[in-house]
């Protein structure tokens, strides 16, 4: 039974979760109206542009709501965006308790909701599983507070650190249940990065595709310095709203752009930093342009690269139980590496997850310590 203000803000997340994929530029957020130890009122952000999660529980709560007490995930918005001030529909509701997990962070509106509700009466407190509000809306707090996409990296390996056979062979490194998880994950990401070897090698369609439901297709980001992908790949030719963009570098002649112009595949021009791609620069085109989320799956150069890059966020690393037994398969990356273990990249806030015979490592990038 939900008796506590931790029982009631872990119901408004567990609701807020719904809106994976859905709500991007826009935070994840859930909400409950709960009166006398009792729900009376649910509901969620379901898309963007849409009724914000207090409407959507306000209006199921309808006059139940009177002297009730909101548990918001995310402090209520007091400015006029796509919808109307959620403030004033709390006021009007008659509620006179108001819990938030965490406060807008939106440098431009922080605050300004909760000061409002308290102005007119309502008693606010803020802070209330925080950090686990904080962790589910990580996209929205990275993109609004730097206009840079958060980037998760993932790869696929057997025990032994290889994403390939010394051929190429990847299909498949890890099982059944990883790659329906991998599919989650690209249904809730603006975008999903690979290198032109992973499409010369494997002809990838890098859509979403998920059980028993339509997802959402990231935009597929194809670095290809030279221009060189074929007209007849996979990635090319697909039936998806989803848009394909072929980052590329200066030296490519304008014909060879525009032929793929020509076909409304849209193709990005970036700096090159010792022959490829500058990560660090195309990170901020793309937030410019309103990718909020990357997904990087790879392959083993572009791995090293991004994370050499400082780009990385988030690690999801899967492990099959398998041995590829030899040393002249594909490792995770490729390239140098560090002199001393010192200077390995720290990884923060491990987890561990099962996905039937495999397991998922996943961390965040420790930016507090120097590598």
């Known amino acids: 039974m939900l008796k506590t203000d931790a029982d009631f803000m872990g119901k408004a997340l567990d609701l807020a979760r719904q809106g994976w994929?859905?709500?991007?530029?826009?935070?994840?957020?859930?909400?409950?109206?709960?009166?006398?130890?009792?729900?009376?009122?649910?509901?969620?952000?379901?898309m963007v542009g849409g009724p914000h999660a207090e409407i959507h529980a306000l209006e199921d709560a309808g006059e139940s709501a009177r002297g009730a007490t909101l548990y918001v995930t995310l402090e209520p918005c007091n400015h006029q965006g796509r919808t109307p001030?959620?403030?004033?529909?709390?006021?009007?509701?008659?509620v006179r308790r108001v819990v938030v997990a965490m406060e807008d962070p939106n440098p431009d509106v922080r605050?300004?909701?909760?000061?409002?509700?308290?102005?007119?009466?309502i008693e606010v407190e803020v802070g209330v599983l925080e950090n686990a509000?904080?962790?589910?809306?990580?996209?929205?707090?990275?993109?609004?507070?730097?206009?840079?996409?958060?980037?998760?990296?993932?790869?696929?390996?057997?025990?032994?650190?290889?994403?390939?056979?010394?051929?190429?062979?990847?299909?498949?490194?890890?099982?059944?249940?990883?790659?329906?998880?991998?599919h989650q994950i690209r249904h809730g990401v603006d975008g999903i990065l690979v290198g032109?070897?992973?499409?010369?090698?494997?002809?990838?369609?890098?859509?979403?595709?998920l059980e028993g439901r339509k997802g959402l297709?990231?935009?597929?980001?194809?670095?290809?310095?030279?221009?060189?992908?074929?007209?007849?790949?996979?990635?090319?030719?697909?039936?998806?709203?989803a848009e394909t963009i072929l980052v590329t570098g200066d030296a490519v002649s304008e014909k060879k752009k525009q032929a793929f112009k020509n076909r409304s595949?849209?193709?990005?021009?970036?700096?090159?930093?010792?022959?490829?791609?500058?990560?660090?620069?195309?990170?901020?085109?793309?937030?410019?342009?309103?990718?909020?989320?990357?997904?990087?799956?790879?392959?083993?150069?572009?791995?090293?690269?991004?994370?050499?890059?400082?780009?990385?966020?988030?690690?999801c690393f899967f492990y099959a139980p398998k041995i590829l037994g030899g040393d002249d398969g594909v490792p995770i990356c490729s390239g140098p590496g560090p002199d001393y273990m010192r200077q390995c990249i720290p990884i923060r806030d491990t987890e561990i997850h099962r996905f039937g015979e495999d397991m998922m490592i996943q961390?965040?990038?420790?930016?507090?310590?120097?590598?």
């Open 363 to 371: 961390g965040y990038i420790d930016r507090t310590k120097t590598w």
């Open 111 to 121: 605050g300004g909701g909760n000061a409002f509700l308290r102005s007119r009466g």
């Open 196 to 209: 032109i070897g992973t499409v010369l090698a494997d002809d990838p369609s890098l859509t979403t595709r």
């Open 21 to 46: 994929g859905y709500t991007a530029p826009n935070p994840m957020v859930g909400a409950v109206v709960v009166r006398d130890g009792k729900i009376v009122g649910q509901g969620f952000h379901r």
């Open 217 to 241: 297709d990231p935009t597929r980001i194809i670095l290809d310095t030279r221009l060189s992908i074929s007209t007849d790949a996979k990635i090319l030719n697909l039936d998806s709203d």
């Open 85 to 94: 001030p959620c403030t004033h529909r709390v006021i009007r509701s008659g």
């Open 133 to 182: 509000a904080r962790k589910l809306n990580e996209i929205f707090i990275k993109f609004i507070t730097t206009q840079q996409p958060f980037v998760i990296l993932k790869c696929a390996a057997t025990l032994d650190g290889r994403i390939a056979t010394r051929t190429g062979d990847s299909k498949w490194v890890s099982g059944e249940k990883s790659r329906e998880y991998v």
């Open 265 to 315: 595949i849209r193709v990005l021009e970036a700096p090159l930093k010792d022959g490829r791609i500058s990560l660090p620069l195309l990170m901020s085109r793309l937030g410019y342009i309103g990718i909020t989320s990357l997904l990087i799956e790879g392959g083993s150069r572009v791995i090293t690269s991004a994370l050499h890059s400082r780009i990385v966020d988030k690690i």
